[in-house]
């Protein structure tokens, strides 16, 4: 159990475009999902946090204009990067934490690789 | 907030041999401590955690330990296989609701 997809698994868009992706939990119910951004050969930093049915909390330095995070529903979280740049260009990682399980585990999705030209 | 410190950010070990990672921690309210297993172009894979309330715990080739006092906790794998190549990071968590904070994470290589 606790699986997390994501969706695309990669995405090659032109700059001044914008992407989603999504995030789901496959055989839960996700109550939180995180979003995180990894850069070659470095840790995963955190971007924000997300509840479902409120506004995503950004962490200090992320434009919440720029990454726009929708939690609708128990299982889908999408982060959109708007006006794409190819700074942006990373690899975006998803987490998510289910109602009825430790509310420390965490269970992370494959990842999606996003490149800007 | 918290900080992860992980040491060292690579280790090369022979096939066989025991490899240790160390992380420590600057929360002392801390009490969830995962360790994660990544190998190229994935996304972490959950490989053993540990709560404050235990000082170790093992599952099969891999056991974590845990030192409150020093707020430091360690990954030990024994029996090193080509297939455990990959990055590993660790990582802490002081709050429940609150997002895992990781280490820079590890370039573990063996050779056979």
């Known amino acids: 159990g606790a699986v997390v997809s994501q969706h695309p698994s990669r995405v090659i868009c032109k700059s001044g475009t914008s992407v989603k992706i999504e995030c789901r939990s496959l055989d839960f119910q996700a109550t939180t999902m995180f979003w995180y951004r990894q850069f070659p050969k470095q840790s995963l930093m955190l971007m924000a946090t997300s509840n479902e049915g409120s506004k995503a909390t950004y962490e200090q330095g992320v434009e919440k204009d720029k990454f726009l995070i929708n939690h609708a529903s128990l299982t889908l979280s999408t982060l959109t990067v708007t006006s794409a740049h190819p700074e942006d260009s990373s690899f975006y990682i998803c987490s998510a934490r289910g109602t009825g399980r430790s509310n420390n585990e965490q269970f992370f999705g494959p990842g999606t690789r996003l490149t800007v030209l | 907030g918290e900080n992860v410190e992980q040491h060292p950010s690579t280790l090369s070990v022979q096939e066989g041999d025991s490899a240790v990672i160390k992380c420590t921690y600057s929360?002392?309210?801390?009490?969830?401590f995962p360790w994660y297993k990544q190998e190229l172009g994935k996304g972490p894979q959950l490989i053993i955690d540990i709560r404050s309330n235990v000082g170790e715990k093992k599952d099969q080739r891999i056991a974590v330990t845990l030192n409150k006092t020093a707020k430091h906790f360690s990954l030990h794998i024994t029996e090193t296989q080509p297939e455990d190549s990959a990055v590993y990071f660790c990582?802490?968590?002081?709050?429940?609701?609150?997002?895992?904070?990781f280490g820079k994470g590890t370039t573990l290589s063996v050779s056979s």
């Open positions: 929360d002392s309210a801390s009490n969830y």
């Open positions: 990582a802490a968590i002081s709050q429940a609701g609150t997002a895992l904070i």
